[in-house]
């Protein structure tokens, strides 16, 4: 330590203890204040890529289309069959009550929805009111097997065993969050790409807050609207199994998972906390100090994230656990020199000792602290918006913590009265010490066992994969679970995907399409009669203006789509088709399923005529049913609609994008320009593949930090290659073990590499500055090598053991990458440590960084 800082530090706080450690307390108090400000955020924006243009796009095709949130309520009778009179009795009840809750726009069911083949109606009836099961003479068994076969419901509201449906309950589309969101974040992307001026900034900051606090109200609002639905569904769990599913559910729940997390990990690391430190020192002041320290370091930043409205995450719900964990571990390493300096030196004053142990450990501390900062700064390079506040909140925590440690600790020893030293009894020192025997006599065995560890580990990095279940992140008891395993299975897939189709880039088609509507083919006739690739072409049909052609008084306007011609809803049919016989993909919606529906209805092919007249014969109701959702006439856009299966375990959704892609370029003809892709499943696949290269660049920056610190800190590069090594095998052991195990990358275990490197090296620097230390006295490496163990080894088992049994504490997570972020690095903690107690010694006693030294 800087002699001058030092003296600053002596004389504005080991003199004056109780002043420094009053101080602490009203910081806390003040931070205190801000605590019933503390909010979470389980939104969608807090699971997608920062600057993530599709979102942009996202947010457009959704405001077009009129396509707004959404709750699922799946629906199996208990104790009779679906379609009888009692249940369906049972469901239209719940369906009305449903509806009557605020915020809901409709309710649709299979009580409600138009009935088109119970018995077949005409194209014609399709601009007026439909029959639906609720009517009265309607043949149920009819429209049941309308539900299972028809072209609109199969695979949508009825299950193929016909004994589970589903409401599907809808929330208006709130177009004041899409406009607040997308002023906010155009105004980011012109500050990441242009900057912006002094207006621009203010304006930004005002926008920033209107929406968040915009969003708080809605999320505040939805929360309270899932309960009420959580409470009218309970009063029908006597009578029918009821699933819950949907974005606006997810999101509550998840934040009720952050909550219990919180929860659990502090009560949980805290009685853990004082167990571990009342077994390790059996002292009331070594447990109560380093205890007071870590609550300490949890309040204040708490209160500090609460006062300026930073909101915790599924991912930084964490926060919590590894702050106190990382807090303990400064603690104990202070405390265990303290009690050496005591056993020792117990004739000198205790304020000597306070000031020689803070003078010591200080350096290889503050160290430690940067190291582990370094690893969640370079978390900040992520493009996961979550990943990055948690890398900030950490590095502010860790911060604190360090000052915290380097204030309570020593003042509260000088405070605390007489302590006496009971060192004796501890017998980790011995247990150390068989690491250091180990590597002395077994020091080959050392080498060949890491140089294993690499090969396997390299291996097994070469399987890691980023694909992965969303269903996957949640227990199986849970609602989420439930919901989407039923819906995926039984109700047409979970996740959706959307198409958006511009009109082609080719005018001469279209002009031929719109010749042929009316009724002008020109001196060539009909231009798609012979249309190469479909010799069998269903379009191809006799003349529309025959004498006895029912349609043959019609003249629609040429107003009509591209998409309602032959060559535009030929391609929607093919890529209709195409997509249904895709294993992954569930239920597909499009223009095509209109064309199948008039095609059973008139029982032949159509024309481009006939498809003009029964575009303009749907109308109303049906038209929401049948059109908007799947066209945009004018910007003559079509839309196609499909839901993944994520439990069908084959599901790519990279390389299902891909495959679509090609397929439209190449069987279809259209332009990639012209395509675009949407939804939930691209914003997701987006994420996932950007976390390889996250992985990347956050190791990268981590190692090249860390290398750059140890340079300063050692002087040495040979020490500082040496000191690194330990961690870099640490880290390829459990990114190794994750591919082996099939354990994929997600926002979780994504951090785990980075933060097993950060908190591993303070192993090695604690080890390397000791051994340096205990070098000089003899200049014998063994001799040394024994001394650092049982010395500096002690603190490094102890905080290991901290560590480790912190992090299992993550398993009573109901966040399934929460449970894994837990085990994975308390299995990387252990790795580290065997590297440090085995391999670092092993590579100091080969390659003599610190000279020839004695004989030894």
């Not at 399934?816 to 440590?833: D, E, K, N, Q, R």
């Given at each position: 330590?800087?002699?001058?800082?030092?003296?600053?530090?002596?004389?504005?706080?080991?003199?004056?203890?109780?002043?420094?450690?009053?101080?602490?307390?009203?910081?806390?108090?003040?931070?205190?204040?801000?605590?019933?400000?503390?909010?979470?955020?389980?939104?969608?924006?807090?699971?997608?890529?920062?600057?993530?243009?599709?979102?942009?796009?996202?947010?457009?095709?959704?405001?077009?289309?009129?396509?707004?949130?959404?709750?699922?309520?799946?629906?199996?009778?208990?104790?009779?069959?679906?379609?009888?009179?009692?249940?369906?009795?049972?469901?239209?009840?719940?369906?009305?009550?449903?509806?009557?809750?605020?915020?809901?726009?409709?309710?649709?069911?299979?009580?409600?929805?138009?009935?088109?083949?119970?018995?077949?109606?005409?194209?014609?009836?399709?601009?007026?009111?439909?029959?639906?099961?609720?009517?009265?003479?309607?043949?149920?068994?009819?429209?049941?097997?309308?539900?299972?076969?028809?072209?609109?419901?199969?695979?949508?509201?009825?299950?193929?065993?016909?004994?589970?449906?589903?409401?599907?309950?809808?929330?208006?589309?709130?177009?004041?969050?899409?406009?607040?969101?997308?002023?906010?974040?155009?105004?980011?992307?012109?500050?990441?790409?242009?900057?912006?001026?002094?207006?621009?900034?203010?304006?930004?900051?005002?926008?920033?807050?209107?929406?968040?606090?915009?969003?708080?109200?809605?999320?505040?609002?939805?929360?309270?609207?899932?309960?009420?639905?959580?409470?009218?569904?309970?009063?029908?769990?006597?009578r029918a199994e009821l699933i819950l599913g949907g974005p606006s559910m997810i999101t509550a729940d998840m934040i009720a998972f952050i909550q219990s997390d919180l929860q659990v990990f502090g009560i949980g690391i805290i009685l853990f906390i004082v167990i571990l430190l009342a077994i390790i020192f059996r002292q009331l002041p070594w447990v109560l100090l380093p205890l007071i320290t870590c609550l300490l370091s949890v309040e204040i930043m708490l209160g500090l994230l609460s006062w300026v409205d930073w909101r915790l995450t599924v991912i930084s719900s964490n926060f919590v656990a590894l702050l106190l964990i990382i807090t303990l571990a400064v603690t104990i390493h202070l405390v265990v020199r303290f009690r050496e300096y005591l056993r020792d030196e117990s004739h000198r004053p205790k304020y000597d000792l306070v000031r020689d142990t803070v003078a010591f450990?200080?350096?290889?501390?503050?160290?430690?602290?940067?190291?582990?900062?370094?690893?969640?700064?370079?978390?900040?390079?992520?493009?996961?918006?979550?990943?990055?506040?948690?890398?900030?909140?950490?590095?502010?925590?860790?911060?604190?913590?360090?000052?915290?440690?380097?204030?309570?600790?020593?003042?509260?020893?000088?405070?605390?009265?007489?302590?006496?030293?009971?060192?004796?009894?501890?017998?980790?020192?011995?247990?150390?010490?068989?690491?250091?025997?180990?590597?002395?006599?077994?020091?080959?065995?050392?080498?060949?066992?890491?140089?294993?560890?690499?090969?396997?580990?390299?291996?097994?990095?070469?399987?890691?994969?980023?694909?992965?279940?969303?269903?996957?992140?949640?227990?199986?008891?849970?609602?989420?679970?439930?919901?989407?395993?039923?819906?995926?299975?039984?109700?047409?897939?979970?996740?959706?995907?959307?198409?958006?189709?511009?009109?082609?880039?080719?005018?001469?088609?279209?002009?031929?399409?719109?010749?042929?509507?009316?009724?002008?083919?020109?001196?060539?006739?009909?231009?798609?009669?012979?249309?190469?690739?479909?010799?069998?072409?269903?379009?191809?049909?006799?003349?529309?203006?025959?004498?006895?052609?029912?349609?043959?008084?019609?003249?629609?306007?040429?107003?009509?789509?591209?998409?309602?011609?032959?060559?535009?809803?030929?391609?929607?049919?093919?890529?209709?088709?195409?997509?249904?016989?895709?294993?992954?993909?569930?239920?597909?919606?499009?223009?095509?399923?209109?064309?199948?529906?008039?095609?059973?209805?008139?029982?032949?092919?159509?024309?481009?005529?006939?498809?003009?007249?029964?575009?303009?014969?749907?109308?109303?109701?049906?038209?929401?049913?049948?059109?908007?959702?799947?066209?945009?006439?004018?910007?003559?856009?079509?839309?196609?609609?499909?839901?993944?299966?994520?439990?069908?375990?084959?599901?790519?959704?990279?390389?299902?994008?891909?495959?679509?892609?090609?397929?439209?370029?190449?069987?279809?003809?259209?332009?990639?320009?012209?395509?675009?892709?949407?939804?939930?499943?691209?914003?997701?696949?987006?994420?996932?593949?950007?976390?390889?290269?996250?992985?990347?660049?956050?190791?990268?920056?981590?190692?090249?930090?860390?290398?750059?610190?140890?340079?300063?800190?050692?002087?040495?590069?040979?020490?500082?290659v040496i000191a690194i090594l330990p961690n870099l095998l640490a880290a390829g052991v459990v990114l190794g073990f994750m591919g082996v195990a099939g354990i994929p990358l997600d926002m979780m275990t994504i951090t785990i590499a980075a933060i097993t490197v950060g908190i591993g090296v303070d192993h090695s620097i604690h080890y390397v500055h000791r051994f340096r230390t205990e070098f000089v006295k003899d200049g014998n490496y063994i001799a040394t090598m024994h001394r650092a163990h049982g010395s500096i080894g002690r603190a490094m088992y102890y905080t290991s053991i901290s560590i480790v049994a912190g992090f299992s504490i993550l398993v009573l997570s109901e966040f399934i990458p929460s449970v894994y972020f837990g085990l994975l690095t308390g299995l990387a903690m252990v790795a580290a440590l065997m590297g440090a107690l085995l391999l670092l010694p092993k590579?100091?006693?080969?390659?003599?960084?610190?000279?020839?030294?004695?004989?030894?």
């Amino acid at each position: 330590m800087a002699s001058r800082f030092f003296k600053y530090y002596e004389k504005l706080i080991l003199r004056h203890p109780v002043r420094s450690l009053l101080i602490v307390a009203l910081v806390a108090v003040v931070a205190a204040a801000g605590l019933p400000r503390f909010k979470l955020d389980a939104s969608a924006d807090s699971l997608t890529l920062e600057h993530d243009e599709s979102i942009d796009f996202f947010r457009e095709v959704n405001q077009r289309y009129g396509s707004g949130d959404f709750l699922v309520i799946t629906y199996t009778p208990r104790d009779a069959d679906l379609f009888s009179a009692e249940s369906l009795t049972t469901l239209d009840e719940l369906q009305q009550r449903l509806a009557r809750i605020e915020g809901i726009d409709s309710v649709s069911s299979i009580l409600n929805v138009p009935l088109l083949y119970s018995p077949k109606v005409g194209v014609s009836d399709l601009n007026g009111q439909l029959n639906d099961l609720m009517t009265d003479g309607v043949d149920r068994a009819l429209a049941k097997q309308e539900f299972l076969n028809s072209p609109i419901y199969r695979d949508l509201i009825l299950s193929p065993d016909g004994q589970t449906t589903a409401l599907m309950a809808s929330f208006r589309v709130d177009n004041k969050y899409i406009e607040l969101v997308g002023e906010r974040d155009e105004l980011r992307r012109k500050r990441s790409k242009e900057g912006l001026d002094s207006a621009e900034q203010a304006r930004l900051r005002r926008v920033s807050k209107e929406f968040l606090d915009y969003r708080t109200a809605a999320q505040e609002k939805s929360r309270e609207r899932i309960m009420q639905i959580r409470a009218l569904v309970d009063g029908y769990r006597d009578r029918a199994e009821l699933i819950l599913g949907g974005p606006s559910m997810i999101t509550a729940d998840m934040i009720a998972f952050i909550q219990s997390d919180l929860q659990v990990f502090g009560i949980g690391i805290i009685l853990f906390i004082v167990i571990l430190l009342a077994i390790i020192f059996r002292q009331l002041p070594w447990v109560l100090l380093p205890l007071i320290t870590c609550l300490l370091s949890v309040e204040i930043m708490l209160g500090l994230l609460s006062w300026v409205d930073w909101r915790l995450t599924v991912i930084s719900s964490n926060f919590v656990a590894l702050l106190l964990i990382i807090t303990l571990a400064v603690t104990i390493h202070l405390v265990v020199r303290f009690r050496e300096y005591l056993r020792d030196e117990s004739h000198r004053p205790k304020y000597d000792l306070v000031r020689d142990t803070v003078a010591f450990m200080f350096r290889p501390c503050l160290y430690t602290v940067l190291t582990t900062i370094v690893a969640f700064v370079s978390l900040v390079v992520s493009d996961i918006r979550p990943v990055i506040d948690f890398g900030w909140m950490m590095t502010m925590g860790i911060s604190l913590a360090f000052a915290l440690a380097f204030t309570v600790i020593p003042c509260g020893i000088l405070v605390a009265g007489n302590i006496k030293n009971n060192d004796k009894a501890d017998n980790s020192a011995a247990f150390t010490l068989k690491f250091s025997r180990l590597t002395e006599r077994r020091g080959n065995w050392v080498l060949a066992v890491s140089l294993l560890a690499l090969v396997c580990s390299m291996w097994g990095v070469s399987k890691l994969k980023v694909e992965n279940r969303f269903v996957d992140y949640f227990r199986s008891d849970t609602e989420i679970y439930k919901g989407l395993s039923v819906i995926d299975a039984k109700l047409g897939g979970t996740t959706p995907l959307d198409i958006i189709i511009d009109l082609p880039k080719r005018p001469e088609i279209v002009e031929a399409a719109m010749a042929q509507v009316n009724g002008d083919y020109g001196e060539d006739g009909d231009p798609f009669a012979e249309e190469p690739g479909y010799d069998d072409d269903p379009f191809a049909v006799e003349d529309p203006f025959a004498e006895d052609d029912p349609f043959a008084e019609q003249k629609p306007s040429s107003e009509v789509s591209y998409w309602f011609t032959g060559d535009g809803i030929r391609k929607l049919d093919k890529l209709h088709r195409y997509l249904e016989s895709l294993p992954e993909v569930g239920k597909v919606s499009s223009l095509a399923t209109v064309y199948q529906v008039a095609t059973d209805l008139m029982e032949k092919p159509l024309n481009d005529l006939e498809l003009a007249f029964v575009r303009q014969s749907i109308a109303g109701p049906n038209e929401t049913l049948l059109v908007k959702p799947y066209l945009d006439e004018s910007l003559d856009q079509a839309r196609i609609l499909l839901r993944a299966k994520e439990t069908e375990g084959n599901l790519r959704r990279s390389e299902l994008l891909q495959k679509i892609s090609l397929y439209t370029q190449q069987e279809l003809g259209i332009d990639s320009e012209r395509v675009s892709f949407t939804g939930l499943l691209v914003l997701y696949n987006n994420m996932l593949q950007s976390l390889f290269q996250s992985q990347i660049v956050t190791l990268g920056a981590v190692f090249l930090g860390i290398m750059l610190m140890f340079l300063v800190l050692f002087r040495s590069p040979l020490i500082a290659v040496i000191a690194i090594l330990p961690n870099l095998l640490a880290a390829g052991v459990v990114l190794g073990f994750m591919g082996v195990a099939g354990i994929p990358l997600d926002m979780m275990t994504i951090t785990i590499a980075a933060i097993t490197v950060g908190i591993g090296v303070d192993h090695s620097i604690h080890y390397v500055h000791r051994f340096r230390t205990e070098f000089v006295k003899d200049g014998n490496y063994i001799a040394t090598m024994h001394r650092a163990h049982g010395s500096i080894g002690r603190a490094m088992y102890y905080t290991s053991i901290s560590i480790v049994a912190g992090f299992s504490i993550l398993v009573l997570s109901e966040f399934i990458p929460s449970v894994y972020f837990g085990l994975l690095t308390g299995l990387a903690m252990v790795a580290a440590l065997m590297g440090a107690l085995l391999l670092l010694p092993k590579l100091i006693l080969v390659l003599k960084p610190l000279g020839p030294g004695a004989n030894s």
